[in-house]
């Protein structure tokens, strides 16, 4: 089974409206990041915490980590009609070496 | 352009034939991956390479499938005697060994196979 869990699987939300995406892991990581991915396309990194980490920001996101949770989150502030895509959050196990593992994902749809 | 790049795009075949991807990863990188996703569902990890060493393999895959990175450069991976559970589509990523906790994957625009 994947090791993170994104919740919702889906979002639909109006542009200038924040976006709010959760990810829940079972094992004791090294790092957990963030993806992006259009349709038919790669994934795109946006982000990595560090499991030393709490919080990190990168332009209009911000991600936090609460390790005793085992949980992540992912929040786009004022969002665009682009940033429609599916996002999944993925997990660097501490013993997995350098396998990285990914969520189910969340679709994200931003309404113009 | 010198992200990630996999060949086909695109793979119809019939069942019973084989495939075979290519990926061709960041030139500088030395580390590559193979990665398998289907209709909603997020990349599922098949293998991966550091250099030309396979450190790694997914206990999901099967015996016909296989990987190779010869060189330490590109890579391919060949799926024998194809299924229609096999329909799918294959990520490649490559990234840089990194000190400490890990480094981001480059990912390429996936081939998408459809076996029939």
């Given amino acids: 089974s994947q090791q993170g869990e994104e919740d919702p699987q889906a979002l639909s939300i109006q542009e200038g409206e924040n976006a709010t995406m959760n990810c829940s892991y079972k094992t004791s990581i090294n790092n957990l990041q963030w993806y992006r991915q259009n349709s038919g396309r790669g994934l795109v990194h946006l982000i990595l915490i560090r499991s030393n980490e709490r919080e990190k920001h990168s332009g209009r996101l911000r991600v936090t980590l609460d390790t005793s949770k085992k949980s992540s989150s992912l929040l786009i502030t004022a969002s665009r009609a682009a940033d429609t895509a599916s996002y999944f959050c993925a997990t660097r196990k501490e013993t997995s070496g350098s396998r990285l593992t990914f969520g189910e994902g969340t679709q994200l749809t931003v309404n113009p | ?116």
């Avoid at chain 2, 075949?13 to 061709?24: A, I, L």
């Avoid at chain 2, 096999?86 to 400490?100: K, V």
């Fill in chain 2, 1 to 116: 352009d010198t992200g990630v790049s996999q060949d086909p795009r695109h793979k119809i075949t019939k069942r019973g034939q084989n495939v075979t991807f290519r990926c061709d990863p960041i030139s500088e990188h030395n580390r590559l991956y193979w990665y398998r996703q289907t209709l909603g569902q997020g990349p599922e990890f098949l293998t991966y390479f550091q250099n030309e060493a396979q450190l790694e393999k997914s206990r999901l895959l099967s015996d016909r499938f296989s990987a190779e990175r010869p060189k330490g450069s590109f890579s391919t991976l060949e799926i024998q005697r194809t299924e229609q559970g096999d329909s799918a589509m294959y990520l490649c990523a490559s990234s840089l060994s990194a000190r400490g906790s890990g480094s981001p994957l480059h990912f390429g625009n996936g081939t998408r196979l459809t076996v029939t």
